[in-house]
């Protein structure tokens, strides 16, 4: 069974930066895709970014691209991701997801397919 656990979320500034984490476990393929997904009150669920292990490739939406950066341990099966330069509107709860035997499946830029879920961090970006 596959498990996700976010962490890293918290109150930060508006130009500040923080890392969030994905532990994931139960992978029982080395091809997978993991992406980070978001939702802030009143506003539908934004694929954010997304990983794909077959070759490395990542995605990223419009509105955070240039500023967050999507990375992988391998030794600690974790997927980081690096925001940078946080504005007030990514004030939302940040999931990690992930699915088995494919990669990132982006339709005009929507991310698709995840099977399973983290259960959230809590990014605030305020002053």
């Known amino acids: 069974q596959v498990q996700l656990v976010e962490s890293g979320g918290g109150l930060v500034q508006p130009g500040g930066s923080l890392r969030l984490s994905c532990a994931a476990s139960?992978?029982?393929?080395?091809?997978?895709?993991i992406g980070w997904f978001r939702r802030a009150p009143g506003n539908e669920r934004e694929g954010v970014s997304c990983?794909?292990?077959?070759?490395?490739?990542?995605y990223y939406a419009r509105s955070v691209k240039g500023r967050f950066t999507i990375s992988r341990d391998n030794a600690k099966n974790t997927v980081y991701l690096q925001m940078n330069s946080l504005k007030p509107e990514d004030t939302a709860v940040y999931y990690c997801?992930?699915?088995?035997?494919?990669?990132?499946?982006?339709?005009?830029?929507?991310?698709?397919?995840?099977?399973?879920w983290g259960k959230g961090t809590l990014v605030t970006v305020s002053s």
């Open positions: 997801a992930a699915e088995v035997q494919r990669g990132c499946t982006v339709v005009a830029g929507r991310i698709y397919g995840m099977d399973y």
């Open positions: 990983f794909s292990s077959s070759d490395g490739s990542t």
């Open positions: 139960g992978f029982t393929s080395d091809y997978y895709a």
